[in-house]
C-alpha cells in the first residue's frame, strides 16, 4: 500500500513540477523591476542620482580639497592621503553608473524616433559628467566604456585631450546636443526633467554654458590643438544664448526632510561635527568682509558671534582641539537643507568664466561688467543681501588687486555646494590662495588629481597598468593634460 501511495505521490509532484517549470517566466517574474524603463524615468534617475551624490561628495571630500572646510578627526583625506577615502572622495562608481544610466536614454532615442526630445538633455548630462570624470582623474574609460553588454568589460583609457576634442567628446557631444535641440519640433515634451521642468530653451543654455567651460578648462592648450578656442568662445557670446540670469540655472533644490532632504542631514550628528571652517576660507571672508560666511558657516559654539576656521589637515595625535573653538558647516547643510540647491551649471559661473575670458582677451567685452553680474548673481544664489558698497570699496572692487585672483575666488565662494570645480580651477589657475596643510600626507604637496580607485587594478588590469605609468604610479601629483599652471 505504501508503495502505491508513493508513486501516486511521486506522479503528482511531477505534473506539479511540470505546471511550475512552464510557466516559471510568469511567476518569477518582478513586477516592480521592469527591464525596460522609460526615458523619463531615467532622466529623472540620472539628474538626482548624479547631483544628490556628488553635491554629498562635495561636501565631505571636495570641500577639504579646495579649503572651504577642515575636519577635526577620520582626516586622512584632509591631509591628502587621497587613496583612503573616508566619507566620501570616491566619485569614480557615482559618475559611471549615471553615465551607463544616461547611455541607455540615448540608446532607446537610436531606436524609437519619439524619444527623440530626450536626445539633446542626454547628450548634455554625457558631456557634463564625462567632464566632471576627466578633470577629477585625467585619463579616462570612455570611448569603449559602457559596453558590457557587448562583452567590452576592459575599455583602454582615452587620453584627456581625446575625452575633450574627439569625435564623441565633450565638446562634439555639446554641439551635437544643440543641433539636436534646434532641430527638434515634434509634440512630445520632455519628462523626468527635474532642471529646468521640460523647458529646452534652457537646456541650450546650459549646453552653451557648459561649452564656455569646457573651452576655458583647456584654454591653456589653445596653439597646441587644432581648435580655435577664442574663436569658438566669441562665436557662444555673439549668439547669446548662454545662461544669464539665475532663472536659467541648472539646479534642484533638496528637501527639507526625507528622502530628498541633503545627504549631510540624514547622518549621524558625530558625522556633520567632524567638519569646520577651514582657516583659507576665514581668512578669504574677512578680507572681503563677505556677508556670505553667515549662510555657509555659523558661529562657534563658544560664542555664535565669532566664527573661527581651523588649519586644514592637522594631525590629531599631536593636536588637540575644541569643537567649541570653531565654525561648524551652516544650518543650510543640516537642519535647513530645503533651500540648498543642488548646483549643475549657473548664471554666475557662467559670467566668472566669461569675465576671464575677456580679461585675456579671448572676446568681446567688459570683464568687470561680467565679473560685478557675476557676484550679483552668486549673492542672490545664496540669498544674501549684498552689501552697497561690496564692488565700489574693498578687495571686492575691481581691479583692487588681481583682477583673475579676485574673479576666481568669486567663484570659489559661490561653488561651496560644488566645490571639486572649485579645487579643479585651483589646480588650473592657482586661485585663490590656499594655505599649506598642517600635516601633509602628499610630502606638502598639493594634489592636483584624484587616483584611480583600487577596483580598476582587479578588474582592467592591462588597461589600468598603462594610466598608472602614465601617472607616475597613479599618483596624486602627476598634472592632467589641461594643467599647465
Known amino acids: 500500500m505504501k508503495s502505491i501511495q508513493s508513486i501516486a505521490f511521486l506522479m503528482v509532484l511531477s505534473l506539479a513540477l511540470f505546471g511550475c517549470k512552464k510557466h516559471f517566466e510568469d511567476i518569477n517574474t518582478n513586477v516592480n523591476s521592469p527591464v525596460n524603463v522609460e526615458p523619463d524615468l531615467l532622466l529623472r534617475q540620472v539628474i538626482y542620482n548624479s547631483g544628490d551624490n556628488m553635491s554629498y561628495e562635495g561636501f565631505v571630500a571636495g570641500n577639504l580639497l579646495s579649503q572651504h572646510f577642515s575636519m577635526v578627526d577620520f582626516n586622512l583625506f584632509d591631509r591628502h592621503n587621497l587613496s583612503q577615502p573616508q566619507l566620501g572622495g570616491n566619485p569614480w562608481p557615482v559618475l559611471y553608473k ?26 548634455i548630462m554625457k558631456a557634463y559628467l564625462a567632464q566632471m570624470l576627466t578633470d577629477i582623474y585625467g585619463d579616462i574609460p ?59 530653451n534652457k537646456w541650450r543654455r546650459f ?7 569646457a573651452l576655458m ?46 545627504r549631510m542631514q540624514q547622518l549621524r550628528v558625530g558625522d556633520f561635527n567632524l567638519y569646520v571652517m577651514s582657516k583659507t576660507a576665514d581668512t578669504i571672508y574677512q578680507a572681503l568682509n563677505d556677508p556670505r560666511f ?42 535647513n537643507t530645503g533651500v540648498l540647491k543642488c548646483n549643475f551649471m549657473t548664471a554666475w559661473e557662467t559670467q566668472f568664466l566669461l569675465a576671464e575670458a575677456a580679461l585675456k582677451g579671448y572676446i568681446s567685452a567688459a570683464p568687470q561688467t561680467l565679473y560685478e553680474e557675476g557676484v550679483t548673481n552668486a549673492f542672490a544664489y545664496w540669498n544674501v543681501a549684498m552689501p552697497v558698497t561690496y564692488l565700489t570699496l574693498g578687495d571686492a572692487a575691481y581691479g583692487a588687486t588681481d583682477p583673475l585672483e579676485q574673479i576666481i575666488t568669486q567663484k570659489w565662494i559661490g561653488n561651496c555646494i560644488n566645490s571639486y570645480e572649485s579645487w579643479i580651477e585651483y589646480s588650473r589657475t592657482g586661485f ?36 598608472s605609468a602614465s601617472t607616475n604610479g597613479n599618483s596624486v601629483n602627476a598634472k592632467v593634460w589641461w594643467d599647465v599652471f
Not at 155 to 160: A, E, G, L, V
Not at 166 to 195: C, H, K, M, P
Not at 207 to 213: E, G, P, Q, T
Open 142 to 200: 570612455y570611448s569603449e566604456a559602457l559596453q558590457g553588454a557587448s562583452g567590452n568589460v576592459t575599455p583602454k583609457y582615452d587620453s584627456q585631450e581625446d575625452v575633450y576634442l574627439a569625435t564623441g567628446g565633450i565638446i562634439d557631444q555639446l554641439d551635437r546636443a544643440i543641433a539636436a535641440i534646434d532641430a527638434y519640433n515634434s509634440v512630445e515634451t520632455l519628462g523626468g526633467d527635474i532642471l529646468f521642468n521640460g523647458d529646452l
Open 98 to 123: 549615471n553615465l551607463r544610466d544616461n547611455e541607455i536614454i540615448l540608446s532607446k532615442v537610436e531606436e524609437d524616433e519619439k524619444y527623440r526630445v530626450y536626445e539633446g538633455p542626454a547628450r
Open 432 to 467: 585663490p590662495n590656499l594655505l599649506p596643510v598642517s600635516a601633509s600626507l602628499n610630502g606638502g604637496m598639493y594634489p592636483v588629481r584624484l587616483p584611480y580607485p583600487a577596483d580598476e587594478g582587479a578588474l582592467n588590469a592591462a588597461n589600468y597598468s598603462v594610466a
Open 217 to 262: 578648462r583647456i584654454s591653456d592648450r589653445d596653439g597646441d590643438v587644432a581648435l580655435d578656442i577664442p574663436g569658438a568662445l566669441q562665436d557662444l557670446v555673439t549668439e547669446g544664448m548662454y545662461m544669464m540670469t539665475n532663472a536659467d540655472n541648472a539646479t534642484f533644490t533638496f528637501s527639507s526632510s526625507q528622502p530628498n532632504s541633503f
Open 294 to 335: 553667515e549662510v555657509l558657516f555659523r558661529g562657534t559654539g563658544n560664542d555664535p558671534l565669532i566664527y573661527n576656521g581651523l588649519i586644514n589637515g592637522i594631525d590629531n595625535s599631536q593636536t588637540t582641539i575644541s569643537l567649541s573653538d570653531y565654525s561648524l558647516p551652516g544650518t543650510i547643510f543640516r537642519e
Open 207 to 213: 549646453a552653451s554654458s557648459l561649452k564656455i567651460k
